[in-house]
């Protein structure tokens, strides 16, 4: 892939603060956390075929954590979000190792149960998390060392691009990596992968720990964007929107989850503009895009580009990590 | 003392005793074949030598180790590498990136989260020469899927030997190729076996096959060894004969 890409996606979004208005500036805001939200999801479901059903658990612990950091302890902007991600790898670490003992359907219904279990601590521990209410007005709170640049509009802007930015270029060095490559060989003939000398469980392990701690980051993110946690974010249908987006953008792409949160967001803002049954328009079109395009909105995209070139490669789109 | 060393090994499924307390030793360097009518246990007794079946009685002793209770990877690591009966490929990935991921499984950076330049240009220069070694060069950017079902067991036997294993274990190599693909098989095999000094064990329906390449055989019939000798002393086994039903030539 040449650079201009690259350079056209950091210009654009250099420029947003100056040629968006507020509105809109928190919109993309919005995109990017879920986008992030969504690469998280897919370093399980693209790279190693882990089906999560509750992806809202990472989400929501990271949002709590974050919120609770801030609002109860009073712990700046920056400290609350690294606390808030230390705190999702950590209680990753035991759920996954439960949950990577299973595979396929079992897998997903255990990731569903602790998510919902997370739903139901949340909706009970009244004093804590304020319960169904939730915790309103979270304050960004300023810090020592010039921390309070990131606490405006435009500043939180510039933090999560920092932020997504660098948790894509960790999951594009993680995914290139012995352990990323390793992942792919699990995912494609576990046996063969085992008769080699990989170790599956493992490594099935190390994607979950580091997918939730991203999500955690997406989450804790949030929660700082909008300063309103409640246990909504920890609902099975959050968990049901990030797969969507996923699927929509195209699983094992990293950057086609950024394309299917703008799309899910988008569609979501304007359809319900026009109806309250806009889940119904969007379930629609998500069968299409199925259908349709079944390596997602990124997928397509390279395809075409790649058609426009040289003929389509021997190897299908999964083969290069 | 032998590279490899199994006691007893027994697996049963209810009332089916699959293998039956079979005892079989390897020396270094020495290709040894498992021979049997189908169903004799022979490919269960692989799996219970690897650790993907799990015992139901017996020891595997491997370079003065016990590795009976170690999981498939664990075994493998230690330097037992194995082709599957039913070809087990990365059907998606291709050729070069099936065996580099060979190499990159017995590194000790094998799983490590960061990419490491140094250990990625190793591995790709011994995949390609495991590659050239079976005569794949030319396949290398081709997805391992799409090759020839002769083409995709060599890949195997070229993901094996590209580990550098003390001990190759081979099953059925040239099960399902034409009669021109399993003699350029033997003859590759043979002369890779011999240049390496690598010890095998080797399963194979084919004869042909076994006494071209092995020095001693081993037959299982029923999940029990019921013989073990030179092909000269295997061919002349009256239990042999008899489970063979005379059919040995």
């Known amino acids: 892939m040449s650079r201009l890409p690259w350079l056209a996606g950091i210009a654009a979004l250099a420029a947003a603060p100056i040629a968006l208005a507020g509105f809109h500036l928190g919109l993309l805001t919005e995109v990017l956390i879920l986008g992030l939200f969504a690469m998280s999801l897919d370093l399980q479901l693209g790279y190693a075929r882990m089906v999560s059903f509750g992806h809202a658990g990472p989400y929501g612990v990271g949002a709590f954590a974050a919120a609770l950091l801030m609002a109860k302890a009073g712990w700046p902007l920056p400290c609350a979000l690294a606390g808030a991600v230390a705190i999702t790898a950590v209680v990753a670490v035991p759920v996954g190792w439960l949950c990577c003992r299973a595979g396929g359907v079992a897998f997903a219904m255990l990731t569903l149960a602790f998510a919902q279990l997370a739903y139901a601590v949340a909706y009970k521990w009244q004093s804590l998390t304020g319960g169904s209410d939730g915790l309103a007005g979270v304050p960004r709170v300023a810090g020592p060392f010039g921390l309070e640049l990131f606490t405006g509009r435009v500043g939180y802007y510039a933090l999560t691009v920092a932020l997504v930015g660098s948790a894509l270029l960790a999951a594009r060095a993680f995914v290139a ?36 701690a991203l999500a955690g980051l997406a989450g804790a993110l949030y929660a700082g964007h909008v300063l309103f946690v409640s246990p909504e974010l920890l609902l099975w249908t959050v968990s049901g929107h990030v797969l969507v987006m996923v699927i929509l953008g195209g699983t094992g792409t990293l950057f086609g989850p950024f394309l299917g949160a703008a799309a899910f967001l988008m569609l979501e803002h304007e359809v319900s503009a026009l109806t309250e049954s806009w889940a119904l328009i969007l379930g629609f079109i998500f069968i299409v895009t199925v259908i349709v395009m079944p390596e997602g909105m990124w997928g397509l995209g390279a395809r075409l580009l790649r058609g426009a070139r040289r003929p389509p490669a021997v190897e299908p789109r999964h083969a290069a990590p | 003392m032998p590279l490899l060393e199994c006691t007893g090994l027994s697996r049963a499924w209810g009332a089916v005793r699959a293998v039956d307390g079979v005892d079989i030793a390897v020396e270094a360097g020495e290709v040894r074949a498992v021979i049997g009518p189908n169903g004799a246990g022979k490919t269960t007794l692989f799996n219970l030598i690897t650790g993907a079946v799990p015992k139901t009685a017996g020891r595997v002793v491997f370079r003065g180790e016990d590795v009976s209770r170690l999981p498939p990877h664990a075994v493998a690591r230690r330097g037992i590498a194995r082709t599957f009966q039913v070809t087990a490929l990365f059907p998606r990935l291709t050729a070069l990136e099936n065996v580099r991921l060979g190499a ?41 899927g799409v090759l020839s079902h002769g083409d995709q067991r060599l890949l195997e036997v070229a993901m094996a030997l590209v580990q550098r294993p003390a001990l190759l274990i081979l099953d059925e190599p040239t099960q399902g190729m034409s009669v021109e693909e399993t003699q350029h098989t033997v003859a590759l095999l043979g002369r890779v076996l011999a240049a390496e000094g690598t010890a095998v064990l080797l399963v194979e329906h084919d004869l042909q096959v076994v006494f071209a390449l092995a020095r001693r055989i081993t037959v299982l019939h029923r999940g029990r060894r019921i013989a073990e000798g030179t092909p000269a002393e295997v061919r002349a086994d009256a239990a042999v004969r008899d489970a063979y039903l005379g059919n040995l030539d």
């Open chain 2, 104 to 144: 990159q499984a017995v590194r000790p950076d094998a799983m490590r989260p960061l990419p490491v330049g140094a250990a990625a240009a190793a591995t790709t220069e011994a995949a390609r020469a495991a590659l050239a070694r079976v005569g794949l060069a030319g396949l290398a950017d081709v997805a391992a």
């Open chain 1, 177 to 212: 990596s012995p352990m990323g490559r390793a992942l792919v060989a699990v995912r494609e003939n576990e046996a063969r992968a085992e008769a080699l000398g990989f170790d599956p469980r493992r490594l099935r392990l190390a994607a979950f720990v580091l997918s939730n």
